[in-house]
């Protein structure tokens, strides 16, 4: 089949090296006289075609106050009649003139302004001045043919629609010629010719956010609770410093009004995508339309907030349901990261190589989705055996005195540049071991406070730590002062008189604030003593952010 190549016959080019001339005229010269006159050509025929144009505005708004003089005139006619005089005569025709000139409906009476290089040598004259040539020039022609009274009017009348008339034959030629050059200009393929069909773009914006509920805003801050992987290697290997459990004080870790903990964010699932969950993994047209819809759902937060749903519907499971759901979570979460993955059009590359028959990438995200789900279940069954394994109480210490009328007393070092003996110094060293809460307790010197922050550590830890304040002098005892004068006093004299013992002093119960599965650690004025004994289990889960990074 022949290549027909006839739409570039009307190609213009101003340099054709393929040119053919005589051997006499030199062929460089030639090429370049040829190249002169079509761009010449080009300037003149724009340039012709911009002045016509112009020509044409200007004509037609004179076409349209020759009109309206006219009209003019033949509604002024009887008021001619009975005027013999020529001067009267004329005054009616300039009446008519100045009605025309002061109509705002013929629009401005200066005509626009020229474009550049046309008519640039002289001043356009304004629309009242054309009129007003106009009729001295048919006033001419009239006092030539030397009539009065009505005849003199007529006179007028034909004089101008003989003008109305060429106008419009000029009108008319004008039109012919612009449309000859506007033609010849298009029938030519040029450089300035060649523009932008059409140029479309679309960008998929995300819907906005709905604003939160009352119920949303309301709900209250969470706090972090610290979980490790393995409970007992920190303590043989000595990782950590005494109390560093108890740094996390009550409250210390509450989300501020209007601020979310990043890590508690991204592992939590968004409405949005617990929606995206409940499709079915098989119908990946539904799952693209609801990515088209929502191009949020890409967000990495999104794929960690899934995990984590399907993490916790596995945790508690109880109906092949629930764990259908999970493995959907996973599934879903899969689908986002790897779309995300793949790059700028990842979405359109995973949809379309995943809905391909017997393509491997098939085979790649499900056995990844399958494997995924086989782990978050095979961990979830471990912790949930180890939390039913340790489901007794934890073992914890805390302080009490040996005599009820006895107090402990906090005694905290001064600063280290504010120490004045050798023993004040090695006590400040010992603080500045401790964790920030446990120095914050010592130095509120309330034994409550201190207590709360021995029963968040282990057993192991909080031995240390009171070895550690015995033996820096931070635990002082004083003896209680009985007051004889009054009641309770007099009885307790009496007590010490029959039983030769302080009140309270020979093994009654001691009391302790750290409720059941507490240890009371009992300090003694001459020595600081602790109760011998292993150190308490610390449950402890893996995290789902440790057992992802496993995953990976």
């Known amino acids: 089949m022949p290549v ?89 025709v300039f009446d008519c003139l100045v009605d025309v000139q002061g109509d705002g409906s013929l629009g401005e009476d200066q005509p626009p302004g020229a474009p550049e290089g046309v008519h640039s040598k002289e001043q356009q004259p304004s629309y009242s001045k054309m009129m007003g040539a106009l009729v001295d020039q048919v006033k001419t022609e009239v006092d030539k043919s030397k009539v009065e009274g009505i005849a003199r009017y007529e006179g007028y009348t034909k004089e101008i629609d003989g003008h109305l008339t060429k106008v419009q034959r000029l009108q008319k030629d004008l039109f012919t010629e612009l449309n000859k050059l506007e033609k010849e200009e298009g029938s030519k393929i040029t450089s300035e010719s060649i523009h932008t069909g059409f140029d479309q773009s679309h960008v998929a914006k995300a819907k906005p956010a709905a604003a939160p509920t009352a119920t949303a805003m309301k709900k209250p801050a969470k706090k972090a609770h610290p979980e490790l992987l393995n409970a007992g290697a920190m303590d043989e290997a000595g990782a950590g410093t005494a ?44 799952s693209l339309q609801f990515i088209s819809a929502h191009p949020e759902i890409l967000a990495e937060k ?78 979830t069954a471990e912790l949930n055996a180890q939390r039913e ?18 107090t402990i007393n906090i005694v905290t070092p001064p600063p280290r540049e504010q120490c004045t003996n ?33 029963g968040k550590m282990s057993v192991s830890e909080a031995e240390e730590v009171v070895e550690r304040l015995g033996e820096g002098g931070m635990l002082s005892l004083e003896a209680g002062v009985i007051d004889a004068t009054t009641e309770e006093g007099k009885r307790a004299m009496e007590v010490i008189e029959r039983t030769h013992q302080m009140p309270g002093g020979g093994g009654g119960e001691e009391g302790t604030s750290a409720g059941e599965g507490a240890r009371v650690v009992e300090v003694e004025d001459e020595h600081m003593g602790e109760e011998d004994g292993k150190g308490g289990e610390k449950s402890g889960e893996k995290g789902l952010e440790e057992y992802l990074d496993e995953m990976d």
């Open 422 to 454: 050798e023993d004040e110094r090695t006590s400040r060293g010992i603080f500045d071991t401790f964790p920030p809460g446990l120095q914050r307790a010592l130095v509120s010197g309330s034994l409550e406070r201190v207590n709360e922050v021995l």
């Open 389 to 406: 394994e340790e489901g007794g109480e934890r073992e914890t210490i805390q302080l009490h005195a040996v005599d009820p009328n006895t």
């Open 243 to 286: 109390g560093s459990e108890a740094d996390i004080e009550d409250g210390a870790l509450d989300v501020a009004p209007g601020e979310e903990d990043a890590d508690d964010e991204d592992m939590e699932a968004s409405p949005l995508a617990k929606s995206f969950a409940k499709l079915k993994p098989g119908d990946y047209q539904a």
């Open 4 to 92: 027909d190549y006839s739409k570039w016959d009307a190609l213009e080019l101003s340099d054709d090296s393929d040119i053919e001339v005589h051997p006499n005229v030199d062929k460089r010269s030639f090429i370049r006289a040829k190249q002169n006159q079509i761009h010449q050509q080009r300037f003149e025929r724009k340039h012709r075609i911009t002045t016509l144009k112009y020509e044409k505005v200007v004509n037609d708004g004179l076409l349209a106050r020759i009109d309206a003089l006219l009209k003019a005139l033949e509604s002024h006619k009887q008021d001619v009649e009975g005027k013999r005089q020529a001067d009267e005569v004329d005054e009616v």
């Open 302 to 379: 999104e794929t960690d907030g899934l995990l984590a749903e399907a993490f916790t519907s596995q945790s508690a499971a109880k109906t092949k349901s629930e764990e259908i759901y999970a493995r959907q979570c996973v599934h879903q979460a899969l689908l986002l990261q790897y779309c995300r993955q793949l790059g700028k059009d990842g979405v359109s590359v995973f949809f379309k190589r995943i809905q391909t028959q017997n393509h491997q990438a098939q085979k790649l995200f499900l056995d990844d989705v399958n494997g995924t789900y086989t782990r978050i279940r095979s961990r």
